[in-house]
């Protein structure tokens, strides 16, 4: 599963706030990418960050999948839990279930997620296991949900 072609021109567009030089990150940075702009020309971003919308703090202690991807998340076969092992996975399922809701409001069906993510990536850090292909928990939503997903930010 690699990433989807761009967005097409007068989409509206999910975008991980983040990418966009927002300070939401877990530590309470950014990552914007110069490349999101140029991928947006002629769209209409609309900023969410999964992990804030599921009411997690900013700076908070970072998280990774245990068990399994963001679709066993979801499936309730795994879990997210932070660096100091507070379960966090029904911030994550919160945070993904309003980014969706979200994309509703606006009928986006196209994001542009941060790579690399336990939320946003299309392949993820599992606890224990490194990085693997298995999704986040928002981006593994969005697939089911049938969205077209463009990632950025892997080198972050």
Sequence with gaps: MGPAP?????????????LMGIHCRYNGEHCLDSR????????????VCPEQLGGLPTPRSPARL??????AVLGGGARVVDDSGRDVTQNFIRG????ARVA???A???AILKSRSP???LSCEVRGEGFGPGPGVTAALFL???FDIFELGGDH
């Design 108 to 110: 986006a069906k196209s």
């Design 104 to 106: 509703g409001l606006f």
């Design 96 to 99: 993904a279930e309003e980014a």
């Design 66 to 71: 245990k068990g399994g991807d963001g679709a």
């Design 119 to 121: 939320s946003c990536g």
């Design 6 to 18: 761009a967005p097409g021109p007068g989409e509206k567009v999910l975008v991980s706030a983040c």
């Design 144 to 146: 089911q949900l049938g």
């Design 36 to 47: 999101v702009q140029k991928t947006l020309k002629g769209r209409t971003p609309i900023p």
